[in-house]
């Protein structure tokens, strides 16, 4: 992999489908675009956005750190949890919320990234348990573009 072929820092970031965790009331396909960061260190690309909770307009810090068949994502906030993503694994993170706290597994069958000379796309395929309990089977792309590229799209 080249490193790091987005070398403009400033991006804009379209994410469609990362859910954290379902509502009772079932989920809804969720689609994000946002201004972000991006850069590369040491074999890992990063992409960090930032977003407010819903509930309580606080600001929450994502970062997606990923690299061939890995994903990671963090949130730091009201919520906050770490999901890793890697191929043909299961993985087990607690999602911590003012609400109290979830054990949510991800079991990824699908993790992958292309470089392009303005963008980079991400995808993963993986399945849901909250407290050891089926959720969801679920797919989460991610498209970061150069925001010298797109400069009307967020005005």
Known sequence: ???????????????????????????????VITPGEYYFKNGNHYLMYDDADDEELTGSRNIIKFRD????????GARTTKLVFE??????????TPFGTMNIGITTTQV????NPD???LTAKYSM???SGFIADCSVSVLAKSKKDNINILS
């Open 1 to 31: 992999r080249n490193r790091g072929v987005l070398m403009d820092k400033d991006v804009i970031i379209y994410i469609n489908g990362l859910q954290y965790a379902q509502t009772e009331e079932g989920s809804e396909p969720i689609e």
């Open 87 to 96: 191929k043909d694994k299961k993985t087990l993170s607690q999602y911590q």
């Open 112 to 115: 992958s990234f292309k470089e």
């Open 69 to 76: 068949a890995y994903l990671e994502v963090t949130k730091r």
């Open 119 to 121: 963008s980079i796309e």
């Open 129 to 131: 348990d909250i407290n």
